[in-house]
């Protein structure tokens, strides 16, 4: 008779079941196998009698450990029959099975204690650091254990560290945050899944996991087509997985959850609700009541539909399951966080599912009164979830303040009329806690390795979070308040990089040698992408971690948050020290313009706020104009952008290089201008009306009460931020009729342009720039490509007229080596690259410049570099698009800005493909006023675009015949030829 204790002969007896049969297959058979081989009702049943038995064995029993090791290794089969081996337990039985010498068994035993942990969802969601150690010990494993002899047992040890390592790493990702961990982990997850092909259902499990990943970092892009096309991939593989497999139910799950992500896209797309079937609690599926992550699963599926139907019995059917889940929780545990954190938002859904007009008393109706307390309970909730959070470094910190922050402002709008104060008091509650919850958005995008994840961490922070505080603030007067929660949100990706390049010095200052040497070799980003790994079911490329990765960047963030420098990373500048940066680069004001939209609380009300200029005066005034006309859905915003701005669209060239030449534009016969010419002239009589005037009028109206140098008749000079699609106007070209002619706002106002307030100060703190002078150093690039003549033609004069003791560098030698080098050591001269430049958004170099021999310069080369600055005096980017931003607008990154952030003191940059001709004159003069009347580079291009526009221009003697005879054809109404060039900086 078999002795029932004798775990060495149930694991032979274990393997042989499993044999070459898929996993699910044999897993419906192993519970049987163990549950009689220690003679119990079931698997589970029999952990519990070994463990006892296990308990009463003499530590001395030479037995001991071995039998601690088989029970582990027993553990997730034991699991199949039901909840069985706590964590302690696994840990206990792990730390006896180890004192084994043999350095394989130990190993193993480590693997597979980390696999039981990765499969412990209640133990990794109350402490998501459990996950973050199982990678670390599954890839320790995996190097020890003996190579792979062919048998299925070996094997599939092999693949399962593998995959367990994968699987702790994604879902640490999702817990903890960090887009380059997840990228990791998908292509981990696809290369296990091709040693699968022997065993396809659990390949079909592991696809419905991969589409499952990439389904959630397609949603935090928005991008709608891509969820639609994972959620496809998922019912592909589901409907090949077998019902009785294993894991049929979480895949199940899974598709549910991101069928419902799908929704909510469509919703906020469209106001409609997807046609698809709502999910509702069925008795005979709920889910295990001892299960809080089930629980909630299909209480958050249950409100996504709700919501849209405004279903209130389903809603409050999702909270009591919510509740149930949440007492099963250990107060103040992350799991306990979480799930206090949807049943706050499944009362703030259920508060916006009544219907309730607000009128005097109305707060005591039943409906008023129903109201208040689903939103009393939710701000209660996020309260306490935000004390646990404690700070930015928490991922839960953004999301629960702004949460708690919009409950806040829906409850003081339910307050009656006669208590004012109150309503006050919980209005400044909101605005604090919202500006508060900003700073998380900079660490965010300070822990993603790479720009193309920080990209995607920032991208979503204006939209989502910003504009919403900064309304409010405007709203109640507090004008401060509302810069520093505009500027929070805005060219987050620069500022990782500006923070980054620094990194090593901070942490030698704080004594971190050590840590900061590892920063230093983790290295800069590598020169060209990777292949991607996914073939036909992946995007283009793959957004890959560079430099540094997340495990570090969290631990120097931590180090770096608990000293001095904790100001420096996550503060956005206050009021004092813009307007010393102001002052500083000789701007009078910097005005951010922020257009018209909705406030929508989470009870539902939404509320229109009128677009404003928000100025920030050199002497420390702050005032806000009225613009109710800027509207991102303005017709001749919308017209614009639908032909792609005035040289097309750099996305719609179908691989084609974008050429600096914009093509024809003179008028064709019949009188019609081309549809890009023609949308920009629309769009500049619009920027004139809705903005540039009545900013124009304030800055009459207050005459030197902004100025940086009171005293002085002077035309006002105005730093602009655009927010949104606001960013692709020229707003320095918008005009209005003036007589027979036109006006246009540069002749009133000297326009430059800034990323943020933060970059502004940045730039101003550097020492002042001389990159006029004379004698000083310059680089001069003039058509690296062959095929650009009047660029070669402009920067041959530039060179020999106003720099003939710089370089000069052409086809022959101008590539992306040599100017690198010959980059790194201008600093305070002038570089002048007059070429292609080529903007391909969503792709590992997103913006670059055509060098000679097929080589290019990326603007993520610039500024990922882990130490590498340059500090050019004036950067003159004579290339189409390299001042449009290639990672959406409000992270402002082109290569005009990459170049700014990497230590140029002034960029000049370019919104649209420029004509060469045109852009040949204008370059020339601009570097003319540069040199001759030595005036500083903003205003030096001012003078050069007011050149363009005067009929009666002069040529200056010095310019070359070439150039001085297309003087002559210039044509002033013709805004793409002057109008592209853009002033950043000093």
Not at 300 to 316: F, H, K, L, N, S
Not at 518 to 539: D, K, M, N, Q, Y
Not at 760 to 777: N, Q
Request: net charge neutral.
């Amino acid at each position: 008779m078999t002795d029932r204790f004798d775990l060495e002969s149930l694991m032979r007896s274990v393997k042989a079941v499993i044999g070459d049969r898929p996993w699910s297959t044999a897993i419906g058979q192993l519970g049987t196998v163990v549950a009689e081989h220690a003679a119990t009702a079931d698997a589970a049943a029999a952990f519990e009698l070994y463990y006892a038995h296990w308990r009463s064995m003499p530590g001395t029993d030479p037995r001991h450990p071995g039998f601690a090791g088989y029970l582990l290794q027993l553990v997730p089969l034991m699991r199949q029959s039901g909840p069985c081996c706590t964590l302690e337990q696994a840990q206990e039985l792990a730390a006896a099975a180890r004192t084994v010498p043999d350095p394989q068994w130990q190993a193993h035993i480590t693997g597979v204690l980390a696999l039981v942990v990765v499969h412990d969802t209640a133990a990794t969601n109350a402490d998501p650091e459990l996950l973050e150690k199982a990678v670390e010990d599954l890839g320790a494993a995996s190097g020890l254990l003996p190579a792979t002899d062919g048998t299925t047992a070996a094997t599939a040890t092999a693949t399962a560290f593998r995959i367990g390592r994968a699987v702790a790493r994604a879902e640490h990702a999702r817990l903890r945050g960090g887009e380059g961990e997840l990228d990791v982990s998908i292509e981990e997850l696809t290369a296990a899944r091709r040693d699968l092909t022997d065993r396809p259902d659990d390949q079909a499990y592991l696809t419905c996991y991969i589409a499952c990943l990439r389904v959630g970092r397609a949603y935090l892009g928005r991008d709608e087509e891509a969820v639609d096309r994972y959620i496809r991939e998922q019912e592909i593989a589901l409907a090949r997985l077998p019902r009785h497999h294993p894991g049929r139910g979480s895949a199940e799950s899974w598709l549910a959850a991101n069928r419902t992500m799908l929704r909510s896209l469509i919703f906020q797309r469209t106001g409609q609700s997807w046609p698809g079937p709502r999910p509702r609690l069925d008795a005979r599926k709920r889910p295990d009541p001892t299960d809080p992550y089930a629980l909630v699963q299909t209480a958050v599926e249950m409100i996504a539909g709700a919501g849209d139907d405004g279903d209130r019995e389903a809603t409050a059917e999702a909270i009591g399951l919510i509740r149930e889940a949440l007492e099963q929780c250990e107060e103040g545990g992350e799991h306990w966080m979480r799930c206090a954190a949807q049943l706050a938002t499944a009362h703030l859904i259920q508060s916006g599912l009544v219907r309730w007009e607000p009128k005097p008393l109305s707060h005591l109706s039943p409906a008023g009164r129903e109201i208040i307390a689903h939103t009393d309970r939710a701000i209660s909730l996020l309260r306490r979830v935000r004390r646990l959070a404690e700070g930015p470094a928490h991922p839960m910190w953004t999301g629960v303040g702004c949460l708690l922050a919009n409950a806040l402002r829906s409850r003081s709008m339910m307050m009656p009329q006669f208590r004012t104060a109150a309503a006050a008091r919980l209005g400044r509650e909101s605005r604090e806690i919202g500006l508060a919850a900003l700073s998380g958005l900079a660490w965010n995008v300070l822990l993603q390795s790479g720009t193309g994840h920080a990209m995607e961490a920032g991208s979503r922070a204006m939209e989502e979070t910003c504009l919403d505080v900064a309304r409010w603030c405007v709203l109640d007067g507090e004008l401060a308040d509302a810069v520093l929660a505009l500027d929070s949100g805005r060219a987050l990706m620069l500022h990782a990089a500006q923070v980054s390049a620094t990194v090593p010095d901070m942490l030698r200052q704080l004594g971190q040698d050590g840590l900061a040497e590892e920063w230093r070799t983790a290295g800069p980003v590598p020169l060209e992408p990777e292949p991607g790994p996914f073939g036909g079911l992946e995007p283009r490329s793959v957004l890959r971690p560079t430099g540094p990765d997340v495990r570090l960047r969290r631990r120097v963030l931590k180090v770096l948050a608990a000293s001095p420098y904790r100001d420096r990373l996550l503060r956005t500048p206050a009021v004092a020290e813009i307007t010393g940066a102001l002052r500083t680069l000789g701007a009078d004001a910097l005005v951010y313009l922020v257009p018209t939209g909705e406030l929508v609380l989470p009870t539902g009300r939404s509320r229109t706020i009128p677009g404003a200029a928000l100025i920030v005066g050199a002497d420390g005034a702050l005032r806000s104009v009225a613009l109710p006309d800027l509207r991102l859905d303005a017709q001749e915003l919308t017209a614009y952008q639908a032909v792609g701005g005035a040289g097309g669209d750099p996305r719609r060239r179908g691989g084609g290089s974008p050429r600096r030449d914009a093509g024809p534009v003179a008028t064709p016969q019949g009188g019609v201008p081309p549809p890009g010419a023609e949308a920009l002239d629309r769009l500049c009589g619009w920027a004139w009306k809705s903005v540039m005037a009545p900013l124009a009028a304030e800055f009459r109206a207050s005459g030197d009460s902004h100025g940086a140098r009171p005293g002085r008749s002077r035309v006002p000079s105005v730093v602009l931020v655009p927010l949104g699609a606001l960013g692709a106007v020229p707003w320095h070209a918008a005009w209005r009729a003036a007589g027979p002619g036109r006006r246009y706002a540069l002749e009133d106002l000297r326009v430059s342009y800034a990323p943020s307030a933060r970059t502004l100060c940045e730039v101003a703190g550097r020492t002042p720039p001389e990159a006029g002078a004379s004698g000083g150093p310059a680089l001069v690039i003039g058509d690296p490509t062959g095929d650009l003549r009047y660029a070669g033609e402009e920067a041959e004069a530039i060179h020999r007229v106003f720099y003939p003791n710089g370089t000069y560098l052409d086809a022959d030698t101008a590539d992306a080596a040599e100017v690198s080098a010959r980059l790194a050591g201008l600093r305070g001269g002038v570089l002048h690259l007059a070429c292609h430049a080529r903007v391909d958004p969503g792709e590992r170099h997103s913006a670059y410049l055509d060098l000679a021999g097929g080589s290019s310069l990326a603007a993520e080369e610039l500024i990922e570099g882990t130490v590498r600055r340059i500090a050019p005096g004036l950067v003159c980017l004579a290339a189409c698009w390299s001042n449009v931003s290639s990672r959406g607008y409000d992270e402002a990154y082109s290569l005009a800005t990459a170049f700014l952030t990497a230590g140029a003191h002034t960029v000049l940059g370019t919104l649209w493909p420029v004509p060469d001709e045109e852009t040949s004159l204008l370059m020339y003069m601009t570097h003319h006023y540069l040199r001759r009347e030595a005036l500083p580079p903003g205003q030096a291009l001012r003078r050069a675009q007011l050149w363009m526009l005067d009929p009666q221009r002069r040529v200056p003697p010095e310019m070359p015949a070439r150039l001085a005879v297309r003087a002559r054809y210039i044509r002033p109404a013709n805004l793409v030829g002057w109008a592209g060039f853009t002033h950043q900086g000093w």
